[in-house]
């Protein structure tokens, strides 16, 4: 099955600066890499996603790039603001499988 | 919000019970997921329902069963309860199995005593 890793688990950045997070999957047919934000006290939400046939997709100021050769994912957040403190996790999945694979979780922080 | 309701929101209980979860998918979603959050485990798969039939199923102990309603709202049952078992309980759903984007309630937090 597939096996995704997440880095790092903990990341505190100052307010204003960027915060990048990353992942590796095992399955070279895995082809959707969707990203959650979880907040304290509620669900995973899916913030942005990316299929196999695009390298980066950006929505406002969070971006997500994909290498497949290497099969890592990155989530890129800019201009990082208090309410972006949460903890992400990213997944993968490939076509006729039925549950996501996910990372362990990164807990960011943003300092103003 | 992301249209996927699940109750009870908390649930306190003592060891050797049996309790449901409930959730209601998305309108539309004829496809349910359920996982369960521990401290230590991160979120593991747990079981999916499509349209009322058990499609996969991950980590789910025996002692755990699931089941989809022709409203195609879904509960979990959870019997025999230990001490582990304590955890947040996720309901996600998807428009179809094929169909990726799973969208998850807000979950149900158990506590067993």
């Known amino acids: 099955g597939e096996n995704v890793e997440q880095h790092p688990s903990t990341l505190s950045v100052q307010e204003g600066d960027s915060a990048v997070i990353k992942c590796t999957y095992s399955?070279?047919?895995?082809?959707?890499f969707p990203w959650y934000k979880q907040e304290l006290g509620k669900g995973p939400q899916l913030i942005i996603d990316?299929?196999?046939?695009?390298g980066e997709k950006k929505d406002q100021r969070i971006a997500v790039t994909l290498n497949k050769t290497a099969k890592h994912f990155s989530l890129h957040i800019t201009e990082t603001q208090p309410e972006d403190s949460a903890v992400y996790f990213c997944?993968?999945?490939?076509?006729?499988?039925?549950?996501?694979?996910f990372g362990t979780g990164t807990r960011l922080t943003v300092i103003p | 919000d992301s249209g996927v309701t699940q109750t009870p929101k908390h649930l306190i209980t003592a060891t050797g019970q049996r309790v449901t979860l409930r959730c209601s998918p998305r309108?539309?979603?004829?496809?349910v997921y359920w996982y369960q959050q521990s401290l230590d485990q991160g979120l593991q798969f747990l079981i999916q329902?499509?349209?009322?039939?058990?499609?996969a199923k991950g980590n789910i102990l025996e002692r755990f069963s699931a089941q989809q309603f022709p409203d195609l709202h879904s509960e979990l049952n959870l019997s025999s309860l230990e001490l582990g078992d304590s955890a947040l309980y996720f309901c996600?759903?998807?428009?179809?199995?094929?169909?990726?984007?799973?969208?998850f309630g807000p979950g149900t937090r158990l506590t067993v005593l």
């Open positions: 996600a759903s998807s428009s179809a199995p094929g169909h990726n984007e799973q969208f």
């Open positions: 399955d070279s047919a895995s082809n959707y």
């Open positions: 990316i299929r196999s046939n695009v």
């Open positions: 997944a993968a999945i490939r076509t006729g499988a039925n549950n996501l694979f």
């Open positions: 309108s539309g979603d004829l496809s």
């Open positions: 329902y499509y349209n009322g039939e058990e499609r």
